[in-house]
């Protein structure tokens, strides 16, 4: 009933910039916050950053001070702006979006998108 869907990858020199956006839509009541991960060929999905309704923030260290989390709740829409990118931070990135349960027929869950390439050439 929800999808969640990213967009803005592609291909980029070290040093350049990728803006990604992620957008949820569907039979939402609410969201409690929005994020963003990604998973390099053989190695594990780990978080980049997280971003809540309420505007709060945290990264990834290995990103602070390069990417940028920012959200548009009458949107329900978060962006990562990703700038200063190293070839380490090739990978597909996913989104997710935790959704805010109900008294109302609507359960708490985590939904995630289908990924977006994102990939840094040195």
């Known amino acids: 009933q929800v999808q969640v869907v990213e967009s803005g990858g592609g291909l980029v020199q070290a040093g350049g910039f990728l803006r990604l956006s992620c957008a949820a839509s569907?039979?939402?009541?609410?969201?409690?916050?929005m994020g963003w991960y990604r998973q390099a060929p053989g190695k594990q999905r780990e978080l980049v950053a997280g971003i809540t309704s309420g505007g709060n923030t945290n990264y990834a260290g290995s990103v602070k001070g390069r990417f940028t989390i920012s959200r548009d709740n009458a949107k329900n829409t978060v962006y990562l702006q990703m700038n200063s990118l190293k070839p380490e931070d090739t990978a597909v990135y996913y989104c997710?979006?935790?959704?805010?349960?109900?008294?109302?027929?609507?359960?708490?869950?985590?939904?995630w998108g289908q990924g977006t390439q994102v990939t840094v050439s040195s």
């Open positions: 997710n979006a935790d959704l805010q349960g109900s008294s109302s027929g609507y359960s708490r869950k985590i939904v």
């Open positions: 569907g039979s939402i009541f609410s969201i409690n916050a």
